[in-house]
């Protein structure tokens, strides 16, 4: 799996993982998240539009994320989930959990500072 870190507008960075989130992967891409916030930034899209597939312990690295961004002022939202990664959401009952956009590009106006 490969992971782009970028940054997107207005301070809101973006985690793109590409392929499947497992086991070996999920650690990838918590040391990206965390190097994220680790430098201030707090505010963050993980684009899913080229993952194919999450384990549970990539969800779980989703949701420490997001409550470790919340906990220093930002979030951490969700774009782009294909439909069998829709699926897993909604089965592991995370689409609550996760404010989820379309695109990265309405995530982005969604975290832009008030």
């Known amino acids: 799996m490969t992971i782009h870190v970028l940054p997107l507008a207005d301070d ?6 590409e392929g499947r989130i497992n086991v070996p992967t999920a650690r990838s891409l918590e040391e990206a998240l965390d190097g994220l916030f680790d430098e201030g930034r707090t505010r963050v899209v993980v684009d899913l539009a080229e993952a194919s597939y999450i384990t549970s312990l990539g969800l779980k690295t989703l949701l420490v994320a997001q409550r470790r961004a919340r906990a220093l002022g930002g979030d951490v939202h969700l774009a782009a989930l294909g439909p069998r ?6 089965m592991a009952g995370f689409e609550q959990l996760f404010t989820v956009h379309p695109t990265a590009a ?5 975290l832009k500072p008030k």
């Not at 809101?12 to 993982?17: D, G, I, L, S, Y």
């Not at 990664?85 to 909604?90: A, G, L, T, V």
Request: glycine share 0%; hydrophobic share 55%.
């Open 12 to 17: 809101v960075w973006a985690v793109k993982p």
């Open 85 to 90: 990664m829709q699926e897993i959401f909604e």
């Open 106 to 110: 309405e995530a982005v106006e969604s």
